[in-house]
C-alpha cells in the first residue's frame, strides 16, 4: 500500500529526504511529493503536520517567541501538530534561558496539545515520520481500546461533546462552552463567533464550522 508524504520545497533535498532515496527498502511504498503547506514542513495525513527543526532553531524560536506564533497556525491547520527537534535543545545556549525553555514546551504540550519528538539525527527524523504517516494512513491493525467510557454526567457529557470537534483542547472546551452557555449554542455559532473564544484561531473556527455543516457521507450517503 502506498504511503503519502508531502514536504515543503524548503526540505526538498534535505537529509531526510535523502535518507528515503538512500533507503528505499526500508520504507515500503513511501511516495512523496512537493506541496506548498500554509503550515509545517510535512504533511503525513489528512490532518497531520510535522515541523521540523534543528534544536538551535528551536531554542531561537522560543527565545524571540517566534514558536508561539508556528504553533498556532499549525494548530489552526491541523488536528495533529507534531515538532520534531534534531539535537539536544536543552543544552546550554547563550541565547537560551532554561526557565522561559520549560515554559513554552509546557504550553505547547500541556494547552496547545502539541507533541514533542526529540530526534539525534535526519535519519532518525526520516524513520519516524515514516512510521507516523504508515500509521496515520494506514491505521495500527487491531488497535486496543484506549479512550475512556463516554462520561455521564451533564457537564462531562457537554466537555466531551465540544472536545470532540476538531482541533479543540480541553481548554478551548470550557472556554467555548462558557462563551456560547450550551453545547447548541457552541454547534450553531458561526466562524467569526467562534474565534472570538482565545486561544480559537479564524482558521481553526473554518475547520470546525466546515466540520459541523458538512453533509453526512455514511454508508448509502
Same mark, same amino acid.
Given at each position: 500500500?502506498?504511503?503519502?508524504?508531502?514536504?515543503?520545497?524548503?526540505?526538498?533535498?534535505?537529509?531526510?529526504?535523502?535518507?528515503?532515496?538512500?533507503?528505499?527498502?526500508?520504507?515500503?511504498?513511501?511516495?512523496?511529493?512537493?506541496?506548498?503547506?500554509?503550515?509545517?514542513?510535512?504533511?503525513?495525513?489528512?490532518?497531520?503536520?510535522?515541523?521540523?527543526?534543528?534544536?538551535?532553531?528551536?531554542?531561537?524560536?522560543?527565545?524571540?517567541?517566534?514558536?508561539?506564533?508556528?504553533?498556532?497556525?499549525?494548530?489552526?491547520?491541523?488536528?495533529?501538530?507534531?515538532?520534531?527537534?534534531?539535537?539536544?535543545?536543552?543544552?546550554? +545556549? &547563550?541565547? $537560551?534561558?532554561?526557565? !522561559?525553555?520549560?515554559?513554552?514546551?509546557?504550553?505547547?504540550?500541556?494547552? @496547545? =496539545? /502539541? #507533541? *514533542?519528538?526529540?530526534?539525534?539525527?535526519?535519519?532518525?527524523?526520516?524513520?519516524?515520520?515514516?512510521a507516523m504517516a504508515r500509521l496515520a494512513q494506514q491505521g495500527f491493525g487491531q488497535l486496543p481500546v484506549l479512550r475512556k467510557?463516554?462520561?455521564?454526567?451533564?457537564?462531562?457529557?457537554?466537555?466531551?461533546?465540544?472536545?470532540?470537534?476538531?482541533?479543540?483542547?480541553?481548554?478551548?472546551?470550557?472556554?467555548?462552552?462558557? +462563551? &456560547?452557555? $450550551?453545547?447548541?449554542? !457552541?454547534?450553531?455559532?458561526?466562524?467569526?463567533?467562534?474565534?472570538?473564544? @482565545? =486561544? /480559537? #484561531? *479564524?482558521?481553526?473556527?473554518?475547520?470546525?464550522?466546515?466540520?459541523?455543516?458538512?453533509?453526512?457521507?455514511?454508508?448509502?450517503?
Open positions: 500500500m502506498t504511503i503519502r508524504i508531502s514536504l515543503h520545497p524548503r526540505e526538498t533535498g534535505s537529509p531526510v529526504q535523502a535518507h528515503w532515496q538512500t533507503y528505499p527498502g526500508s520504507f515500503p511504498g513511501l511516495e512523496w511529493q512537493e506541496e506548498a503547506l500554509p503550515a509545517g514542513d510535512y504533511r503525513l495525513g489528512d490532518s497531520l503536520l510535522v515541523e521540523r527543526k534543528s534544536a538551535s532553531d528551536f531554542s531561537l524560536a522560543i527565545m524571540d517567541r517566534r514558536l508561539y506564533g508556528e504553533v498556532l497556525a499549525l494548530r489552526g491547520a491541523a488536528d495533529q501538530v507534531v515538532y520534531v527537534v534534531e539535537g539536544d535543545f536543552f543544552a546550554g +545556549r &547563550f541565547h $537560551s534561558d532554561p526557565a !522561559v525553555t520549560n515554559e513554552a514546551i509546557a504550553w505547547m504540550t500541556a494547552i @496547545e =496539545g /502539541v #507533541s *514533542l519528538v526529540p530526534s539525534y539525527a535526519p535519519a532518525f527524523t526520516a524513520e519516524i515520520l515514516y467510557g463516554k462520561p455521564f454526567d451533564p457537564r462531562g457529557t457537554q466537555q466531551y461533546m465540544v472536545e470532540g470537534l476538531p482541533g479543540v483542547t480541553p481548554q478551548m472546551g470550557v472556554a467555548l462552552l462558557a +462563551r &456560547f452557555g $450550551s453545547v447548541a449554542g !457552541v454547534y450553531a455559532a458561526s466562524a467569526e463567533e467562534l474565534a472570538s473564544v @482565545e =486561544g /480559537v #484561531s *479564524l482558521a481553526l473556527a473554518q475547520r470546525i464550522r466546515k466540520m459541523l455543516d458538512a453533509p453526512w457521507q455514511g454508508k448509502g450517503g
